[in-house]
């Protein structure tokens, strides 16, 4: 069997989650990467099998590929900002953060955000301990999770999701295609 054949998961729908994490040196992102996810149709009218598709775009975190990811977001739906549980806000997730509230301010409703909470599954990981440190870092990067009080509402967008997801295991990734 190859590789892809034994580090695959099945999430909902049938959907293939393959090993990303076991294919890069340290489970990081190395080099650029761009992979579409089928997902099934949620459309119910008469006649439609369109599948729905995500298209994922990639980037190390490196100051080198900075003018990759600005130009890359623009053109996006939807920012996954990936969190490790472990670490917290870097300053790479401020640039992303960055980029998403001059794309939201210039263009109000054209971009959603979402974060990915990842390694979760690290020992000594407290999940809950983890997500309020996150969301309190991200507060301070003006960005609200869902289920955060807030009187004045958000300054860009609706509050972000947070879901916990682990990219060894698996946990969470449902959530996240959701």
């Known amino acids: 069997k190859n590789k892809s054949d034994t580090n695959t998961k099945k999430g909902k729908g049938g959907v293939i989650v393959g090993d ?12 650029v990467t761009a992979f579409q996810l089928l997902l099934p149709s949620t459309d119910d009218s008469a006649g439609s099998d369109m599948d729905a598709a995500v298209t ?3 980037t190390p975190g490196h100051a080198a590929f900075k003018s990759m990811r600005r130009s ?17 806000v870097s300053p790479q997730t401020i640039e992303i953060i960055d ?3 001059s794309i939201a301010k210039a263009q109000p409703g054209s971009i959603s ?4 909470m990842t390694k979760i599954d690290k020992p000594g990981v407290k999940i809950e301990e983890r997500r309020m440190m996150i969301e309190n870092q ?9 289920g955060m009080p807030s009187e004045d509402g958000p300054e860009f967008g609706p509050p972000a999701q947070l879901v916990p997801v682990s990219g060894m295991t698996g946990e969470g990734l449902d959530d ?3």
């Open 138 to 146: 991200l507060l301070e990067q003006g960005i609200l999770t869902e």
């Open 113 to 116: 955000l979402v974060v990915a």
């Open 72 to 88: 890359g977001s623009s053109g996006a739906d939807i920012i996954v900002l990936v969190v490790a549980a472990d670490d917290g």
């Open 56 to 58: 994922f775009l990639d």
């Open 99 to 101: 980029t998403y509230k």
């Open 176 to 178: 996240l295609i959701e």
């Open 20 to 31: 990303v994490a076991g294919t890069e040196a340290g489970g990081i992102t190395q080099v």
